[in-house]
């Protein structure tokens, strides 16, 4: 046979096994076009899945292996509950501890008291220790007691007024009474000064409205 047919009739087989392929490719490119242009509304098998999948994370610990393992048969038959189930937790009202804290502290928002010992105690010991000796750690709390600066008790009532680094404000905390006799602890008994710490002394350095920031930047 000449070679010229031979390769005709090659080429007019290969055209004809061809054809179909190339079809069922362009159809089956305009198919994964008209998914991947499927308006996002529109609910499919896969978004129907999806939901079903979405975690619930208040559901019932009596669901699951955890529930199934560690629950009683009523536990188990009992109506949904929450993971942390607050029920059978007491009300603070009948907290027994919280009563030891409100006599600690007195109140919620600012100190009752106008004892300058208790207040130091309660308020100055956790960072200057209960002799105002001070004390080194995360941050450098300076000794209150034997130290020279407690002399000028107007130091002492401005700082307590206005907060200094990383010690707070007790501008809403204390009233004048108040800031006066922890002044007066301070002054007197932890350093042996003789000077007197009214209120008035307070009142001339109180301002109508408390930091907002940091006084010492």
């Not at 499919?44 to 208040?58: C, F, I, K, N």
């Amino acid at each position: 046979m000449d070679n010229a047919i031979v390769k005709k009739t090659i080429r007019e087989n290969t055209t004809s096994k061809m054809l179909p392929v190339m079809l069922l490719s362009v159809m089956s490119g305009a198919v994964v076009m008209g998914c991947s242009q499927q308006a996002d509304d529109v609910e499919t098998v896969a978004s129907v899945q999806e939901a079903d999948l979405a975690p619930d994370y208040q559901a019932s610990r009596n669901t699951g292996s955890w529930g199934g393992v560690y629950m009683s048969r009523d536990e188990l038959k009992a109506p949904k509950i929450n993971v942390v189930d607050d029920s059978s937790l007491p009300s603070m009202t009948q907290d027994a501890s919280l009563s030891k804290w409100e006599a600690k502290f007195e109140g919620t928002n600012a100190f009752v008291t106008t004892d300058g010992k208790k207040l130091y105690h309660d308020s100055c010991a956790g960072c200057h220790m209960h002799e105002g000796q001070g004390a080194y750690g995360a941050g450098y709390y300076p000794p209150l007691a034997n130290n020279s600066k407690m002399q000028s008790k107007y130091y002492i009532i401005d700082i307590l007024i206005n907060g200094f680094r990383g010690m707070p404000s007790f501008h809403m905390m204390m009233d004048d009474e108040q800031m006066a006799a922890v002044t007066q602890y301070v002054v007197s008994d932890l350093n042996g000064f003789t000077d007197t710490v009214t209120a008035a002394d307070v009142a001339k350095l109180r301002h109508a409205n408390p930091p907002g920031y940091d006084p010492s930047e």
